[in-house]
């Protein structure tokens, strides 16, 4: 993402402009969990708390309640799918297939 951005604050053409800068493949949380198991060799499981929980665990954390209301939806939003928008966006601008979570958490972190 850092590359394709680069690209448009570099490069001419872009004014007025946006773009959906997200990977071409989308990834769920478990997905996520599974890449940091295989790479790691340690279990790692995602565990997506329902709405009552999610909402009483941010209470009990002293999250304001307006903003329990607002990550609520998010966490519902993201769960149902709303932000799941995959694009070649990124791949266009930066000529070559972009890295992907397994690569990039080697890259990143000592595994």
């Not at 499981?45 to 209301?69: I, K, N, Q, W």
Request: aromatic share 14%; hydrophobic share 35%.
């Amino acid at each position: 993402m850092a590359e394709a951005a680069a690209h448009v604050l570099t490069s001419p053409g872009h004014e007025n402009k946006s773009y959906n800068f997200s990977g071409s493949r989308s990834y769920t949380f478990t997905d996520i969990a599974a890449i940091l198991s295989h790479i790691s060799g340690k279990r790692i499981t995602y565990v997506s708390p329902d709405d009552a929980t999610f909402r009483e665990t941010m209470t009990a954390a002293g999250v304001p309640p307006m903003y329990v209301g607002m990550f609520a939806m998010f966490m519902n939003a993201t769960r149902l799918g709303e932000f799941d928008s995959p694009s070649d966006t990124i791949k266009n601008f930066i000529g070559h297939p972009e890295l992907g979570p397994e690569e990039y958490f080697k890259q990143v972190y000592s595994f």
